[in-house]
């Protein structure tokens, strides 16, 4: 009961504290455009299955459709479709299916690509054990806020020589500061209690060193939080050993990638975990994270639950807090049940069956 | 033809095999370790190793040398440096890094471990009886790249505010950590290697090491090798560990591997790891913490930094002593009220060596007075 209500309040906040939002009246009146990307492999059909269940749930959103794939723009540069992008630029609130990324060839991953174009700098992804998913972790529940622009991840890699491969790690004092204030914020108004920058500057002196500095900068200016800082390596072994004692977690690209996962991981993995991106300008993009499983692709045996748990984060940073309630509602007690569960999930059930027993409990909770 | 066994012999000799012969500093039976106490809980630990070698008569001599991590200068870690050269073996604690002080005051345990080329990190995590944990039989054999990739300690502000690391992939450093790691499959009779990368972002360096372990793969027909990204692996981990067998990998994801397979078996006090080059040898505990916070409480878990001088100890062929040694600690293990806080027991650090090393005299090996 304690995760579930934990769930409640963690969820019912407004996603991304450092963001003032907008004039609201085209929120609350009438519906909201949201741009939705269904992605590759069994991204359509769970897309459809949110849409379904929106629907069921009366939800004022109107979808628009886009799909996004790597073109060459003037320049040479990779970019993103000028639809998607006007349509995103429109509408500010997106939903994303996974999208497909290449292994070590050709043009870079897809999602990196959107994430510059919208300079989505952080991403959220609160970790709570769903009760009625059983995992060796119980009562987890701390989230994880990863820096998403810069880092490990930035793309700039040149052969010295034949056989030697540098790959560059970038670390700006702006981007840093930007994370730390987001992650502060965020804690602040999710009524957390500390925030802990997970770091290497025992190795990497200079780059995490200077992550760490602007964290403990800004730690100055919200005393009311508790401010620690770890390294990696031991949060990964307390990670495993006792996840109770995190709360929030603010930390550089690759950190981020992998912890973030470790903690999906310990909640039941990527079908039920939801994700937030948040960026500068208003923008929000809320997507699943799990790959596209191109093995059960259009064979209606995906589980809807990430995409539909990141709707509902979504919902709720609109204002829209009773249908995303209900809408949780409705798919945790299916999971509860365990009477029409995905396989991923315990169950033999469909896709389609599954999304039916939560439109069913809309109806019902109406 | 003569010219080409010559030759033939000449490769298999200059061709080193996981298991080096042990190095020369044996004199009158007895053998000369440098011992580099390190910080925080390192320096207790290691008194107690070297109580419990000098209870079982191991003929085993320490040369300490002292590593201060509050100055600035390389003069200690150089020492050391050269006692190890002069050894060929080392036993050590961490040394703390102090990341108040300058950047260009490097890690001394990195320089350690570049100057000596000590290539290999490698752990063996597996599941002890009597110890609780959430997940059960565990046995994952861990390869580390341990020179280069993210720890090379390159960086630079080129921008004020902008600062770039750099991340080194070499070819020849990733077919010889892949070589090792199949050799060593190969020797302990594993069945699969699996290399966990991140090449779909970093697709010029991952790519360069998963192509060096897919050549290295294609010489032992007899081992299956597959591949899986880091985040993955990272939760397959917490759900099913028991599907690892054997993992190779770059420097970074070495570190978030093998510390998440440690807390996996029961936490940083149980799992010794070593630092394997071709000519030296270093041992210390897998995860390589310094434990400040319970540092001189006489609280510590003994059990890693033992279990890791008994692989010095099989290192040095003294098979005899290790097992003896080994089976001691294994035993203590099954005794739950001598657990220590980081198991979940009450024990201090004292009893838990005491009862060892009355283990050890039950079994009527030759002892000293204690």
Request: aromatic share 6%; glycine share 8%.
């Amino acid at each position: 009961m304690a995760a579930g209500s934990a769930w409640r309040s963690m969820l019912s906040q407004v996603v991304g504290g450092a963001v003032r939002r907008p004039a609201l009246s085209s929120f609350s009146r009438g519906m909201q455009t949201v741009t939705l990307i269904p992605g590759d492999g069994i991204g359509p059909e769970i897309s459809s299955a949110v849409m379904k269940i929106f629907e069921t749930a009366k939800a004022p959103i109107r979808w628009e459709e886009r799909n996004v794939t790597a073109i060459k723009g003037p320049g040479g540069r990779w970019m993103i479709p000028p639809d998607a992008k006007e349509s995103m630029d429109k509408s500010k609130i997106g939903l994303k299916g996974p999208l497909k990324t290449p292994i070590a060839a050709g043009h870079p991953s897809m999602n990196l690509l959107l994430r510059k174009t919208f300079d989505l700098y952080a991403n959220v992804r609160p970790c709570i054990s769903i009760e009625g998913y059983k995992t060796p972790y119980t009562d987890v529940n701390l989230v994880t806020i990863r820096e998403n622009t810069e880092g490990e991840y930035s793309g700039i890699e040149h052969v010295i020589v034949d056989g030697v491969v540098q790959s560059i790690k970038l670390i700006t004092e702006d981007a840093s500061r930007r994370i730390a204030e987001y992650a502060f914020e965020y804690a602040r108004n999710n009524q957390r209690n500390s925030v802990t920058a997970v770091h290497k500057a025992n190795i990497m002196r200079m780059s995490d060193g200077l992550f760490l500095r602007k964290c403990r900068e800004v730690a100055e200016n919200y005393k009311d939080i508790k401010f620690t800082e770890m390294y990696l390596d031991t949060v990964c072994l307390n990670m495993v050993q006792d996840p109770t004692q995190f709360d929030v977690l603010v930390m550089p690209n690759l950190y981020g990638d992998i912890l973030s996962d470790l903690c999906a991981g310990l909640i039941g993995g990527l079908g039920v975990t939801p994700s937030g991106n948040i960026g500068a300008n208003g923008v929000a993009i809320f997507e699943s994270v799990h790959g596209t499983a191109p093995d059960i692709a259009g064979l209606d045996l995906a589980n809807p639950t990430a995409l539909l748990l990141s709707a509902v984060m979504m919902l709720r940073h609109m204002g829209l807090h009773d249908y995303g309630n209900k809408i949780q509602t409705a798919c945790f007690d299916t999971i509860r049940d365990k009477k029409v569960l995905t396989k991923d999930l315990g169950g033999n059930s469909k896709c389609s069956e599954f999304t039916a027993d939560i439109c069913r409990r809309i109806q019902d909770l109406d | 033809f003569s010219v080409l066994s010559f030759l033939s012999s000449l490769l298999l000799i200059t061709y080193k095999m996981p298991l080096l012969q042990p190095p020369p500093a044996k004199y009158g039976g007895r053998h000369t370790v440098t011992l580099i106490p390190g910080d925080g809980i390192g320096p207790e630990l290691l008194n107690h190793v070297r109580e419990v070698f000098r209870f079982s008569c191991v003929p085993v001599d320490f040369e300490v040398v002292h590593v201060n991590s509050a100055v600035e200068t390389e003069d200690d870690i150089n020492n050391a440096i050269t006692a190890i050269r002069r050894n060929g073996v080392a036993l050590k604690g961490n040394i703390e890094t102090k990341h108040t002080m300058a950047p260009s005051v490097k890690s001394r345990n990195n320089l350690l471990r570049t100057s000596l080329d000590l290539y290999a990190n490698v752990m063996h995590c597996q599941s002890l009886p009597g110890v609780q944990t959430r997940h059960k039989n565990i046995d994952i054999m861990i390869i580390r790249e341990n020179t280069e990739g993210e720890y090379s300690s390159l960086e630079h502000e080129s921008v004020s505010g902008v600062v770039e690391s750099l991340k080194i992939i070499t070819r020849n450093n990733s077919l010889r950590i892949a070589d090792y790691a199949f050799k060593l499959a190969r020797e302990k009779g594993r069945r699969r290697v699996t290399a966990v990368h991140k090449a779909n972002i970093m697709k010029l360096g991952d790519g360069l090491f998963l192509q060096c372990c897919r050549e290295v793969a294609s010489g032992y027909p007899d081992i299956t090798f597959d591949s899986m990204i880091v985040d993955n692996t990272t939760m397959q981990l917490v759900s099913k560990p028991q599907q690892f067998d054997v993992m190779v990998m770059p420097n970074l994801y070495g570190n978030v591997v093998s510390n998440v397979c440690a807390g996996l078996v029961g936490g940083p006090g149980l799992v010794p790891g070593a630092n394997y080059g071709h000519v030296y040898a270093v041992f210390e505990t897998a995860t390589r913490n310094t434990g400040k916070s319970i540092a001189n409480r006489n609280i510590a878990n003994p059990t890693a930094m033992l279990l890791a001088s008994c692989m010095m100890l099989d290192h040095l062929k003294l098979y005899d002593h290790a097992s003896s040694i080994r089976n001691a600690i294994l035993n203590t293990m099954n005794e739950t009220r001598l657990h220590t806080a980081d198991i979940g027991g009450q024990g201090t650090t004292s009893e838990v060596v005491q009862t060892i090393m009355r283990f050890i005299q039950s079994k009527g090996q030759l002892t000293s007075e204690y």
